[in-house]
């Protein structure tokens, strides 16, 4: 949600994919593990498949580059679906802040530790921060497309993206903030706070 990338959106995951999704959060974690233990310009990726006990080639197939084990994730269509899900009679706004809401205690339950590793490194390695407005990019179109499918329509308005895009702002500052606090703050009252700027405009 601070702009790192996810998969397509897509339905309830089926066996095959919840397989497919149990590997790729093996590989990602024992390379976000190796990142925090030698560094992440020293961490190869025949290491990474090695200690997930998958080969090289199985690396690629889930990431086409080492710095894409640190920025994708599967949250995103998590969120899609989750704003697609909303009561019609809700705001834009309100539709994706309480997506965001009923989310937030399996995103956080789910890879804390690794989210905050993967922020660290997002901070830290030029390489990786220069993806970071791509994938926020990414993220925002995903929200307004939602959006706009929400009210029943095929091309996103201006004001899909405005909202998709402050709220992506607010919630990237949300999981700084939460990161850099080792988790000791509450995602959810500061996504509130920031939520509350932006009602009356919204």
């Known amino acids: 949600m601070d ?20 590997t790729r959060r093996a590989i990602q974690h024992h390379a976000l593990r190796l990142f925090a233990e030698q560094g ?5 990726v ?10 090289p080639s199985t690396f690629f197939r889930y990431y086409p580059t080492k710095e894409d ?10 969120f899609y679906q989750a704003v697609l899900d909303r009561p019609a ?5 309100e539709a994706v802040h309480n997506a965001m809401l009923a989310l937030m205690p399996q995103m956080v339950a789910e890879a804390a530790e690794d989210t905050r590793e993967r922020l660290r490194l ?13 994938g926020t ?7 307004a497309t939602a959006l706009a499918k929400r009210a029943g329509r095929t091309d996103r308005s201006y004001t899909d993206e405005a909202v998709a895009a402050a709220y992506i702002g607010i919630a990237a500052v949300v999981v700084l ?12 009252e500061l996504l509130e706070r920031g939520v509350a700027a932006l009602r009356a405009g919204f």
């Open 137 to 143: 990019a990414e993220t925002v179109d995903l929200i």
């Open 89 to 93: 009679d809700e705001k834009p706004l």
């Open 3 to 22: 702009g790192m990338k996810a998969d397509s959106p897509a339905g309830a995951p089926g066996l095959r994919e919840r397989k497919k999704r149990r």
């Open 69 to 78: 084990v640190v920025l994708t994730d599967d949250y995103d269509p998590l």
């Open 40 to 44: 992440y310009e020293r961490t190869t």
């Open 177 to 188: 903030r939460w990161a850099e606090s080792d988790g000791a703050v509450d995602p959810a």
């Open 46 to 55: 025949e290491q990474i498949a090695a200690a997930a006990e998958v080969s």
């Open 122 to 134: 997002v901070l830290s390695v030029p390489a990786v921060r220069g993806r970071v407005i791509q």
